[in-house]
């Protein structure tokens, strides 16, 4: 009787996570979550006309979650997480960095300046679609060329927005931060655990 109450508490809908990223995979481990599905999404995450950065994220997000459901990966008895994270510096957006000459652009205007990462999450299924948009503000000191270089060599900044990963190497160019560090690595486990227990979910 004990064991069937349990399963009862305990029942939820399957989740799956509309990302290929790792890194939000471990966050989501990290407070005990574990996608029942992986479900990579492919729009084009090119940056409209005038498009400020959260608007962009707020657009992205919402896009990945939608493909996920046009591709029917969102059954009724499914909820599908989707999310995006941008760098933005002022009104600029800064590229999820792919060569070394972008890595090193990124780098040099974020140097001795202070950016914001911006991350939407969405999560939807039954019917219904909730979304949190967090900001975090991080400081970078002022970097000389040789620390630089020796970042661009490490080659972590590989798909990372704005070419760093503050969970690697680069935390030592960190000055600090204000708002949800785990926001700046990828997901913000404090919003994305509410929107679950919103939707009844038990996280430990």
């Known amino acids: ?24 995979r471990d966050l989501l ?7 029942d599905a992986i479900l990579p999404t492919d729009i084009d995450e090119s940056p409209l006309k005038a498009e400020t950065p959260r608007a962009h994220v707020h ?7 939608q493909a996920g459901v046009d591709a029917g990966a969102c059954p009724d008895d499914a909820l599908l997480l989707a999310a995006d994270t941008v760098v933005g510096l002022g009104r600029r957006i800064l590229p999820k960095a792919e060569t070394e000459d972008q890595a ?8 001795g300046r202070r950016h914001t990462v911006f991350t939407c999450v969405v999560l939807t299924g039954g019917g219904k679609t909730t979304e949190r948009l967090v900001e975090s503000v991080v400081a ?7 620390q630089k270089h ?3 060599a490490t080659g972590e900044w590989q798909g990372k927005a704005g070419g760093y990963a503050i969970q690697g190497a680069a935390a030592s160019f960190i000055r600090f931060v204000s708002g949800s560090y785990s926001n700046v690595v990828g997901l913000p486990l404090f919003e994305t655990a509410q929107l679950l227990r919103g939707r009844g979910w038990r996280i430990p």
Do not use: N, W
Not at 140 to 146: G, K, Q
């Open 1 to 24: 009787m004990a064991d069937e109450e349990s399963r009862t508490v305990f029942a939820r809908p399957r989740l799956i996570l509309a990302s290929a990223s790792p890194r939000r």
């Open 29 to 35: 481990a990290q407070i005990g979550l574990h996608p």
């Open 59 to 65: 657009r992205l997000a919402h896009g990945k979650a």
């Open 104 to 111: 090193r652009a990124c780098l040099d205007l974020l140097s």
């Open 140 to 146: 970078f000191a002022r970097l000389s060329d040789e």
């Open 150 to 152: 020796a970042y661009i």
